[in-house]
């Protein structure tokens, strides 16, 4: 099971904080280092304020050199298909091919509101979803010199060059995620290269990729050509003091965390992480709150990952 880092900077964090997280997460061992993609906090002030997810993963593109980096998830409500898959395609250039994304229909209302943002319905979302889906994957993987054109009822390109080409040979892997269990299934088994379950419990994740692997097999895909990932909020200590003085840094209670996350004392952190492992997942993202604690990751590293390889 590979282990990546995940945060969600809109609740409150700079550039630098990401930096200095993304930096002990390669230092320390972990695949990847994700962000989530919002611009508006679920709770306090948010102070400083959000930090763009594809201009920050740009700057640490830069100021990285092994980790992969991505998103859980872009908002298909925030930017059109086209400029997106140029953006994503340029990080990945700017990483040497490290980038993945994780697009998702949109979900909060408030900061489209907040931020002159249009919020359509959940049909209309979802339907623009998918046109998105086929527009950044149509783009990136129509051959050099050639043009793409398409059609939607959403999105229509005419003769785009669909510059500029991913590094990544296969492409830029794709993670669809959620809790759909229909139209999620299908478009994961006809775009993506990982399917996320996020913050559900382990048996929860068994049934969700499980109708993944129906909906491959439905489309003529192998089920094992899909990478099955959950993500859970992290909170470990090396004793219950170190666990509870962690659970109120992010205003969240010990049994709480202990029921819904990876939480606990390393060996408790590795038997949860080998239920999902049991579920069916071959990654486990690990939703960091407290970027200022980078001794969090190196406890996770030094005494639970290594019991996972």
Known sequence: MLLRIFTEPQMGATYDDLLAVA?????????AFFRSDHYLTMGGDGLPGPTDAWVT???????TSRIRLGTLMTAGTFRLPGPLAISVAQVDRMS????ELGLG???YEEEHTAYGIP??????????YEEQLAVVTGLWSTPAGETFDFDGQHYRLTESPALPKPVQEDGIPILVGGKGRKR???????????????????????????????ACEQAGRDPASMVYSSALVLCVGKDEAELARRAAAIGREVDELREHGV???????VDVLGR??????????????????????????????????
Not at 119 to 128: A, I, M, N, V
């Open 23 to 31: 930096r002990r997460t390669e230092e320390t061992g972990f695949d």
């Open 57 to 63: 993963l740009a700057g640490l593109a830069r100021e």
């Open 96 to 99: 040497g091919g490290r980038v």
């Open 105 to 107: 229909s949109g979900w």
């Open 119 to 128: 919020f359509p319905s959940l049909g209309e979302r979802f339907d623009r």
């Open 184 to 214: 999620t299934p299908r478009l994961a088994a006809r775009y993506a290269s990982e399917f996320n379950v996020p913050f559900m419990p382990a048996d929860d994740n068994a049934r969700l990729f499980a109708g993944v692997r129906e």
């Open 263 to 269: 939480a606990g004392t390393p060996a408790e952190a």
């Open 276 to 309: 999902y492992a049991e579920a069916g997942a071959e990654r486990v993202y690990l939703q960091v709150l407290d970027l200022s604690d980078l001794d969090h990751l190196d406890l996770v590293a030094g005494e639970v990952a290594p019991q996972l390889r």
